[in-house]
């Protein structure tokens, strides 16, 4: 039995012509009842319903499910929380926690959802995206 699955799912449906490279995409699966100790990297989708214990930083979604624990802290594009994260979590592009979520720990986002009824201790800092202008100045 596998601690872990890689693989590739449907992606999915979206409106527009269809790519046969595109329509699928690369997603690693900790399962349930796996403990993972240690720094988790990679440039796949991760979906974690099992336990990490360490760091995890991939260049793709991240998603806890809502058995996932992790212990430590996130980096990565967007992460998903349904599950329990004890650690900051940093994001490029936007953070989301579930009515299930409990997230203990520092947010670092341009965009940041927190759903009625999800738990959060920690403190937001929300980092914008450069501009393309520069400010106007007053004189």
Same mark, same amino acid.
């Given at each position: ?19 046969p490279?595109?329509? /699928? /995409?690369?997603?690693?699966h @900790? ?5 993972? $100790?240690?720094? =988790?990297? #990679?440039?796949?989708?991760l979906?974690?319903?099992?336990? *990490? $214990?360490?760091? =995890? ?11 996932? *624990? !992790?212990e %430590?802290?996130?980096?990565? +594009?967007v992460?998903r ?5 004890? #650690? ?5 592009? /936007? !953070? ?6 409990i997230l203990? %720990?520092d947010?670092a986002?341009?965009? @940041? =959802? @927190? &759903?009625e009824? &999800?738990?959060?201790?920690?403190r !937001?800092?929300m /980092?914008?995206? +450069?501009s393309?202008?520069?400010? +106007?100045?007053?004189s």
């Open positions: 039995m596998s601690i872990f699955h890689r693989g590739t799912t449907p992606a999915p449906a979206t409106s527009g012509p269809s790519d490279q595109s329509s /699928r /995409r690369q997603l690693t @900790i399962a349930a009842g796996t403990l993972l $100790q240690g720094a =988790v990297t #990679g440039s796949t989708e979906l974690i319903e099992g336990q *990490i $214990q360490g760091e =995890v930083r991939v260049d793709a979604t991240v998603t806890v499910g809502i058995e996932g *624990i !992790v %430590g802290p996130v980096a990565a +594009p992460v929380i349904s599950g329990r994260v004890t #650690g900051n979590v940093a994001a490029s592009d /936007r !953070v989301e926690v579930a009515a299930s979520g203990e %720990g947010i986002a341009p965009r @940041i =959802v @927190i &759903a009824g &999800a738990f959060f201790k920690g !937001v800092e /980092r914008g995206k +450069p393309l202008s520069p400010a +106007p100045t007053s």
